[in-house]
């Protein structure tokens, strides 16, 4: 797919098709119908995958690297942030279940491997995870699900789950053969 033709929704566009979404129910059914309907739904969030992807690829070649990996918690906790006002805002809607995904390990996935693994001499790795990035998602998966407990604890007639991927992929990652995949040497 080329990047022309690539097109994504901001949060605050997405968060304002659940707001219209919630309002035409209102209208089509009752208000208490409506309002259950609401309540009994899963709301589904998965946020910073883009994001990190995109800074990845920009600040691998680049002199910026260092200054991302040093200011990295910063970046995390925005997004994390992010992800608990939408949640807020869901919740002040009256969404009362919500899953939060985490992000895979994006260090494992070929496009990376493939950029970032890449040496000015030609020599590739394709079997090795990027570290480093790995390091980083792992760090927002951290914060995403020590946000999600505050989150639980500040609204208690909510359900918000933290779903890791992450810790899930890695293992099928590292133990292939657990999950019937067996890779010729």
């Not at 992807?53 to 910063?74: K, V, W």
């Not at 407990?149 to 359900?159: I, V």
């Not at 789950?161 to 995949?181: A, K, Q, S």
Request: glycine share 4%; aromatic share 12%.
């Amino acid at each position: 797919m080329n990047q022309g033709s690539y097109s994504h929704q901001s949060l605050n566009q997405q968060l304002r098709q659940v707001s219209e979404t919630m309002q035409l129910l209102q209208l089509q059914l009752n208000e208490d119908t409506a309002l259950q309907f609401i309540k009994s739904s899963i709301f589904f969030l998965s946020f910073g995958k883009e994001d990190y992807i995109e800074l990845f690829l920009h600040n691998s070649s680049s002199s910026s690297g260092m200054m991302f990996r040093n200011s990295s918690q910063y970046f995390a906790t925005i997004l994390v942030n992010q992800v608990a006002n939408a949640a807020r805002y869901l919740y002040n809607a009256n969404a009362r279940k919500i899953i939060c995904l985490g992000i895979m390990p994006l260090g494992c996935t070929p496009r990376m491997a493939w950029e970032l693994n890449h040496t000015s001499a030609g020599d590739y790795n394709a079997s090795s995870c990027v570290e480093h990035v790995n390091d980083l998602v792992f760090e927002y998966n951290r914060l995403l699900d020590e946000q999600i407990g505050k989150l639980n604890s500040e609204f208690s007639d909510a359900q918000m789950v933290f779903c890791d991927v992450y810790n899930g992929m890695m293992e099928i990652i590292n133990e292939p053969r657990l999950y019937g995949m067996f890779f010729l040497p």
